[in-house]
């Protein structure tokens, strides 16, 4: 599939309560905030007001204990960390992609693959995680083809910290578009998959601590981001949508007529639950779509607005809504999550050990 044409979710109608003139104003005035602090690379930042706890929705912990490759006996437990994260040498090299084999979350579907890229560091040294959602249709192999060179030149000459990116696969079998989420038929339980086996698979027997993990994705992955790490706020200290959405838009009846659950998964009214996070929104210019074209600089406002102690960047981007933006815009994500992963070190004892050389490995996707 050629990158310029390759598509995310693009569906649903614009909603109307919000105008054309608030969010283009709310664009200029990102952009002379950004002139007047010197932020090289071009967003504008809001601190806002004092952490705020958020609601009372329980989160899904993953477990401690490590999942085993279905491929190999090995595991993917975390090896003991003798260097701290924060303090990780540039890579040596390009990183390795490697594909495991994850237990689904479905009775129809033993497992689902996870492309995780590795940089070229010292099996000891302790890494952030970022966990990477595709859109629809989409897949893992092509966001990691589009962003692997990017990550490399980063973390090599680029000046930034390594970590690892894990690209899981989001997909379903009774629903073709699963908005990252668990389907009220019980089918296509992606949010679980994810949260329970996915999180223990790649990082080990102990868990990262929030401030070395975040989520993004793009298109439906920018909403599953958005949406994930506010019904897990425990679990991921930044989040980054790309041409995403943030409010209910279920083709393929994720959520069925409940209410209630479509309530539970609308990012616009939970945004109270990004207290204390970091949060990077990103929105292809020449976007035509109305599901996607003005949802950034609208879910901007509702940030704002909320006065919880956001620390919110968001930022229009040349292109469209193809992974040709992806690649091209995904520097500014690279230098959005270092900030943050070096701005609150955690101790950390331990770290995700290299994937198994006896898992089988994505050519496309190493080659990416």
Not at 100 to 106: E, F
Not at 140 to 149: G, L, Y
Not at 181 to 187: F, R, V
Not at 233 to 261: C, E, I, T, W
């Amino acid at each position: 599939m050629a990158a310029s044409a390759a598509r995310g979710h693009r569906r649903a109608r614009k909603r109307s309560r919000w105008n054309a003139l608030r969010g283009f104003a709310l664009f200029v005035l990102s952009t002379m905030l950004v002139a007047g602090s010197g932020v090289a690379f071009g967003y504008a930042t809001h601190h806002f007001g004092k952490h705020q706890s958020a609601d009372d929705a329980t989160p899904v912990a993953p477990p401690t204990a490590p999942l085993t490759d279905s491929t190999t006996d090995d595991s993917i437990a975390s090896a003991p960390g003798t260097i701290t994260w924060h303090a990780v040498p540039k890579a040596t090299g390009p990183g390795t992609v490697t594909t495991l084999n994850v237990p689904s979350a479905d009775t129809d579907m033993k497992t689902r693959p996870v492309l995780v890229y590795r940089p070229a560091v010292p099996a000891g040294v302790v890494l952030p995680v970022v966990y990477w959602l595709h859109g629809d249709p989409g897949e893992p192999d092509r966001m990691m083809e589009a962003v692997k060179d990017v990550l490399d030149q980063a973390f090599t000459t680029g000046g930034q910290a390594p970590f690892i990116v894990a690209a899981p696969t989001g997909g379903g079998t009774a629903h073709d578009d699963t908005e990252w989420a668990d389907a009220a038929d019980g089918k296509d339980m992606v949010e679980t998959y994810l949260i329970k086996n996915v999180l223990p698979a790649v990082e080990g027997k102990t868990p990262l601590p929030a401030s070395m993990r975040a989520i993004a994705g793009f298109s439906m992955g920018g909403y599953g981001a958005a949406n994930l790490a506010l019904r897990h706020p425990d679990l991921f200290g930044q989040f980054v949508s790309m041409a995403g959405y943030f409010h209910v838009d279920d083709p393929a009846g994720m959520f069925g007529s409940d209410a209630k659950l479509q309530a539970a998964n609308t990012p616009d009214d939970m945004v109270q639950k990004a207290a204390g996070k970091r949060v990077l929104l990103l929105e292809d210019e020449d976007d035509p779509d109305p599901l996607i074209n003005g949802e950034a600089a609208e879910f901007a406002q509702r940030l704002d607005d909320c006065d919880c102690g956001v620390d919110l960047n968001w930022h229009l981007e040349p292109g469209g809504h193809t992974y040709d933006f992806v690649t091209g815009s995904f520097p500014k994500v690279i230098t959005f999550l270092d900030q943050g992963f070096t701005a609150d070190p955690a101790a950390a004892t331990s770290a995700p050990a290299p994937v198994s050389a006896s898992a089988s490995v994505s050519a496309s996707a190493s080659n990416g």
